[in-house]
Nanobody, 126 residues
Framework: QVQLVESGGGLVQAGASLRLSCAAS????????MGWFRQAPGKEREFVAA????????YYTDSVKGRFTISGVNAKNTVYLQMNSLKPDDTAVYYC???????????????????WGQGTQVTVSS
């Protein structure tokens, strides 16, 4: 049974940093896309960033480029999201997700991801 367990959310002021972690168990995802989505109140879930760390491949949504960095540790089967220069617009529940299918690309579509964590709240105050 695959499980994704997130940690690292919290309440911070604008300009601060947070690091989210997602530990996977039950299978490895080094060749598969593993990443983060977020959902703000009243909005649809949106793609944030993902990684296929075996191929050193990453992808970010435009609004976080230059501020967020996704990385993975194969030995720990864990993916991290380092979030710097946080803005109030970054406030959302952040979900870790993993794709069970080996695609040749990183999908930004939530329906393409098969495993999901429970979510961790990130709140950025102005």
């Amino acid at each position: 049974q695959v499980q994704l367990v997130e940690s690292g959310g919290g309440l911070v002021q604008a300009g601060a940093s947070l690091r989210l972690s997602c530990a996977a168990s039950g299978r490895t995802f080094s060749s598969h896309a593993m990443g983060w989505f977020r959902q703000a109140p009243g909005k649809e879930r949106e793609f944030v960033a993902a990684i296929r760390w075996r191929f050193a491949s990453t992808y970010y949504t435009d609004s976080v480029k230059g501020r967020f960095t996704i990385s993975g540790v194969n030995a720990k089967n864990t993916v991290y999201l380092q979030m710097n220069s946080l803005k109030p617009d970054d406030t959302a529940v952040y979900y870790c997700a993993a794709d069970k299918d080996l695609k040749g690309y990183i999908s930004t579509v939530s329906a393409d991801y098969d495993y999901w964590g429970q979510g961790t709240q990130v709140t950025v105050s102005s």
